[in-house]
């Protein structure tokens, strides 16, 4: 009657709350899940008035997920023998870790919570005071794991996969690199420990056949280990049957291929260096100010042909926009001030474009055989490779997505894809007509083990890398708590590795120009000497026939004068002879 009483008064005051109410006895707790699953987080109170209460509750919970819902437990039994609410046998409600359930004994204002870290131990800490005056009063942090922030000392059975880009296991048993790191930390702060159990090729992926996982993901779907540290990307596959922490890793997907051998020769790189409205306006310029020059110098030079003069005011021009003098420099003040301004238009444009064709030539340009996966498969000349046991392999292999089929058919046979990232890379640089499909993370943690310069493309799609735990590990939710105190006080990016940083450092990223990237400015150099060589040639064939012909025509007037005087002179001798005779004719007489 007792009984009776208080579970009506439960409910009334419950209902003039507003909550939604049902009585049951505890044999009927496992039926009344399938209707408590449509609420999203149901609420029980359990009454235990006696030994035999304890005992059916316990048997209850026995199969039943304790930490589905939150608990509150009365004990108002009265009593004499073992104490059950205070000191209660190992753990007889079959509570988890992440269970939320709260215990108040007899008659008594306290608020107890029980959890447990192992399953044969029951933890027991005062939460809040509870009274008809002061209603209930806080004696513990708000948030869950604030308070249960101790493991005791719990060993977590732990399965690693061999030849990790992201952790190691030194001699010593300590955890090395970017994981082994946050690990370490995260098991000092939550003082826990890590046994390894095993050591896989793989991180496992999904036979759909018989619905079995392979490699680390299979150790923990069969409940030989609690956690695996190591890198695992996320999947819906991987979800049903895998827990995951918070993402500590987010990276771009990138095709690599070895780096092609040849260039493009930039002969755009000329053009480039200046937009197509500057090079209109330097076009305007060399055609609009050799013809206003014409009328500046129309006063002193009238009587000059047009055409010359036009030619010479662009060679000119010309000659100043590549950084040469006048011969003549102008007298007039109206033409110095034109010249000058146009001097000091092409200083500031050589500057500018030395400058950008500077960056243009030292920038490598690669000629890429795709940029996407689209032209991946429209190239069809490379191979698709992915790591064996990886979730790309399951992606591409199980995925329905008309891309994923289509780039499965360029996929080698399952024994011939590589397991670790540096064999992936190894082989991609034995054979430049494999594309190796990874993450940019997982590339820069080996970056100094790869053998052969590789170049990334880009395949517009994300990765989140991540630590994996067995399904519905009760320590998930801790453990993700820890992490994201380690991701807002700035322990996350201190843990990481450089590597996953990008550096601004710009002396360190500056390259030699090779002769590649100038062989375009060598060849045209080249052309320019050649063509400088074959006009002074053709100048010298034209001056050396001017010069003889003119020979010619000065000889013959030399020799029609000299035949007039070899005759005058004749003549004059005569002249001479004749008027010595009429003398030496005139004394005889």
């Not at 009328?295 to 926009?321: C, M, P, Q, Y």
Request: charged share 20%; aromatic share 12%.
């Amino acid at each position: 009657m007792e009984m009776t009483t208080m579970i009506f008064k439960w409910t009334r005051a419950l209902s003039r709350e507003g909550y939604m109410t049902s009585n049951l006895y505890f044999s009927e707790l496992h039926e009344s899940s399938y209707y408590v699953k449509r609420i999203v987080r149901p609420h029980y109170i359990a009454l235990i008035s006696n030994y035999e209460a304890i005992n059916e509750f316990s048997l209850a919970t026995n199969t039943f997920d304790m930490s589905f819902s939150a608990w509150l437990v009365l004990f108002i039994y009265k009593g004499h023998g073992f104490d059950y609410c205070h000191n209660p046998p190992g753990n007889i409600f079959h509570l988890r870790f992440d269970s939320e359930m709260l215990v108040r004994c007899g008659m008594e204002n306290i608020l107890r919570e029980w959890y447990s870290i192992n399953s044969n131990r029951t933890e027991i800490d005062d939460v809040a005071t509870w009274s008809l005056d002061k209603r209930i009063t806080k004696l513990v942090p708000d948030s869950l794991y604030e308070r249960r922030c101790n493991l005791q000392g719990l060993i977590m059975r732990a399965v690693v996969v061999k030849d990790s880009s992201f952790i190691n296991v030194k001699e010593d048993g300590q955890l090395d690199g970017t994981f082994g790191k946050i690990l370490t930390e995260l098991s000092v702060a939550l003082n826990f420990s890590f046994d390894i159990v095993s050591k896989v090729a793989e991180n496992g992926r999904l036979n759909t056949k018989d619905n079995t996982w392979s490699g680390a993901i299979g150790e923990l779907y069969a409940g030989h280990a609690d956690i695996s540290i190591t890198d695992f990307s996320m999947t819906s596959a991987r979800l049903n049957a895998i827990d995951f922490t918070l993402p500590l890793v987010i990276s771009k997907k990138c095709l690599y291929i070895k780096e092609p051998q040849l260039f493009a020769i930039k002969w755009s790189s000329y053009l480039l260096a200046f937009s197509n409205s500057i090079w209109i306006a330097i076009s305007g310029v060399l055609i609009v100010v050799p013809i206003l020059l014409i009328f500046l110098k129309t006063k002193n030079e009238s009587s000059r042909n047009v055409g010359h003069a036009l030619f010479d005011n662009f060679l000119d021009i010309w000659g100043i926009f590549c950084q040469q003098g006048l011969p003549d420099f102008p007298h007039r003040s109206s033409l110095r001030i034109a010249y000058f301004s146009i001097f000091l238009l092409g200083v500031v444009l050589s500057a500018a474009y030395s400058a950008a064709l500077i960056s243009f030539l030292t920038s490598v340009i690669q000629t890429l055989p795709f940029h996407s996966l689209e032209n991946f498969i429209e190239d069809g000349t490379y191979q698709f490779l992915v790591f064996s046991g990886s979730a790309d392999y399951d992606t591409f292999t199980n995925g329905k997505d008309p891309l994923a089929k289509k780039l499965k058919k360029l996929m080698p046979e399952e024994k011939k894809l590589p397991i670790t990232m540096v064999e992936g890379f190894e082989i991609i640089c034995k054979n430049p007509k494999l594309a190796l499909y990874t993450s940019e993370a997982r590339k820069e943690s080996i970056n100094h083990k790869i053998p052969c310069n590789v170049v990334p493309v880009d395949a517009e799609r994300l990765e989140s890398l991540a630590i994996i735990l067995s399904k519905q590990n009760p320590f998930t939710a801790v453990i993700n708590f820890h992490l994201q105190k380690f991701i807002n006080n700035g322990m996350m990016d201190r843990l990481k590795d450089r590597t996953f940083k990008r550096k601004y450092n710009f002396i360190l990223n500056l390259q030699p120009v090779c002769i590649n990237s100038i062989i375009s400015l060598i060849l045209l150099i080249q052309l320019g000497i050649i063509l400088s060589v074959c006009i002074l040639i053709v100048e010298k064939c034209i001056f050396s026939r001017k010069s003889t012909k003119m020979s010619i025509e000065d000889r013959i007037p030399l020799k029609k004068s000299s035949k007039f005087y070899v005759q005058r002179k004749k003549s004059i001798k005569n002249i001479a002879k004749h008027h010595a005779n009429r003398e030496f004719a005139r004394i005889r007489y």
